[in-house]
């Protein structure tokens, strides 16, 4: 599986791309995106998820899975981002700053 998240705006307004895939990783940091992106149902989200009230410091995303022959994207704004689909930027987030870091 392979992951890209692009975060644009925020109050400096400085892009940030992440991008990996699963299988060089750690197999624990493996498992918790894994089980992040099923927690999300990632594939069965649709392609834009609006956010009414988005504003000039909110974050905006764009999410990229690959798995196999299967490819979906997302994008999303803040602050109407669903719980679990939170939780799977968090943790690309965190992994994109581990692997940075290394």
Known sequence: MKIKLERKGGFTG??????????????????RLQAAVEAADFFDLPH???APN???DQFHYVITIHEGKRRHVVQT???D?????QALINEVLHEGRVVKNR
């Open 54 to 56: 988005t504003g000039v």
């Open 14 to 31: 400085i892009p940030r791309k992440f991008s990996f895939d699963l299988d060089h990783l750690e197999a624990a940091d493996k498992e």
């Open 77 to 79: 704004s803040e602050p």
């Open 81 to 85: 981002i669903p719980e679990a689909l």
């Open 48 to 50: 834009l998820i609006p």
